[in-house]
């Protein structure tokens, strides 16, 4: 019997999400379909991570009564790349990319320490 089917043949609420997830696609599932607007269409890009975990089992207590338990959790990241702006034809395509500001301020933040630190010794 699979971890994600219980013995009364019902259907587990794990099995669910992840059947959701499994038919989707990383990004239609975040940002949808292609937006097209007059003769130009836009396709976003993005880093879609998600994991899971699942645990279950079974154990009979202190009057012989089988007990069943499962648990899961999760974790789903998206990370805006940027886009594709391209005209119908398809003859002109540019990626687009979003700034990341996060990145910018510790680059900037491990410069500005690092000078101070270097000029500091002298």
Known sequence: MSTFEK??????????????????????????????HGEQCILPVAEVSYSFGVGSGKETNEEDVLEHGEGGGGHISVKPLGVYKMNKAGSRVRFIPTFDVKFFLKIFTVLTLGTTFLLRKK
């Open 7 to 36: 013995e009364d043949n019902n259907r587990s609420p794990i099995k669910t999400i992840f059947d959701k997830f499994a038919k989707q696609k990383d990004v239609e599932l975040i940002y949808g379909e292609p937006i097209t």
